[in-house]
């Protein structure tokens, strides 16, 4: 088989599309690329999603953190803590057997039983008490000075916070935030090895890394490949991120412009 057959038959093999036995023997360098290539579909639809939602999730619990009501305050307070306090593979881990017992009584439930729908939420969840926090620390150090303008212009309310605190906080946060998207995609390789199953073996990359591993014995092909896509995904998120964070500094001199600087996490 030609590695163009190879890619015909498993570049989309994780997501249902395609030849459905996986290799056996005789394990080519294409197909170690092609179908753990297959698996980061996964890993770029759960990392791309939480992202994306969980954003919106992090500024209401960071102000909520800093909101003077504790009605507000505690449930954004506890919330961060749960999710930051306890092991990303437990909150997997938990969340399915949780969602397996319910949805029995509630069908509402059954959707979440599939790592699509049901990870995604964990993720979700975790990235946002993680971001929450890093906005949170933000909108503390927002200078005085700022507000103080913003009040000597007349602006109040709604209209101060989207035009000077709100901006100000994603200033100062974006070097924090973008290092927790890289955190994120790389917490994705978590999901198939916890309590969420691979249908059909339609894993993420680390599945099938795993998979060409065990059946060669041999780690020092599948694991480097894998490294390097998750390696490549992280120099797009830099990219990207570093021209959000050059829009968000554009009005600063460019000795005053923050460098996003990539701080390595030895434990989530």
């Known amino acids: 088989m030609s590695c163009r057959d190879t890619i015909i038959d498993y570049g ?10 996986l290799p056996q023997t005789d394990f080519t360098l294409c ?6 290539g297959s698996g980061m579909i996964w890993n770029v ?21 800093a909101a003077a009501n504790p009605l507000i305050r505690k449930p954004a307070q506890w919330f961060i803590f749960i999710f ?4 990303l593979f ?14 029995g009584s509630y069908p509402i439930f059954t959707p979440l039983t599939s790592a699509w729908a049901g990870a995604l939420l964990v993720l979700f969840l975790n990235t946002a008490a993680y971001s929450g926090e890093i906005f949170y620390g933000a909108l503390q150090s927002i200078p ?55 249908v059909q073996q339609r894993g993420d990359a680390l599945y099938y890394a795993k998979y060409f591993a065990d059946k060669t014995f041999n780690p020092f092909i599948p694991y480097p490949i894998l490294a390097g896509y998750f390696i490549l995904i992280t120099l797009i998120i830099i990219g990207l991120f570093g021209l959000i964070n050059r829009h968000l ?14 701080k390595p996490q030895v434990i989530r």
């Open 12 to 21: 989309l093999r994780s997501i249902g599309i395609g030849e459905r036995i």
């Open 31 to 36: 197909q170690h690329f092609t179908l753990i």
């Open 45 to 65: 639809y759960f990392g791309f999603l939480a992202l994306c939602t969980g954003f919106f999730l992090a500024n209401a619990v960071a102000l909520g953190k």
């Open 84 to 87: 930051r306090g306890s092991p």
């Open 90 to 103: 437990i909150q997997f881990f938990f969340a399915y057997f949780l969602f397996a017992s319910l949805k």
């Open 144 to 198: 005085k000075g700022d507000i103080e303008a913003a009040d000597a212009y007349g602006l109040s309310g709604w209209s101060r916070f989207r035009r000077v605190i709100w901006p100000t906080m994603l200033r100062l946060a974006w070097p924090g935030y973008t290092n927790e998207a890289i955190f994120l995609f790389h917490a994705t390789t978590l999901v198939y090895f916890s309590g969420f199953p691979a």
């Open 249 to 262: 500094n554009r009005h600063l001199p460019q000795h005053q412009r923050k460098k996003l600087k990539i």
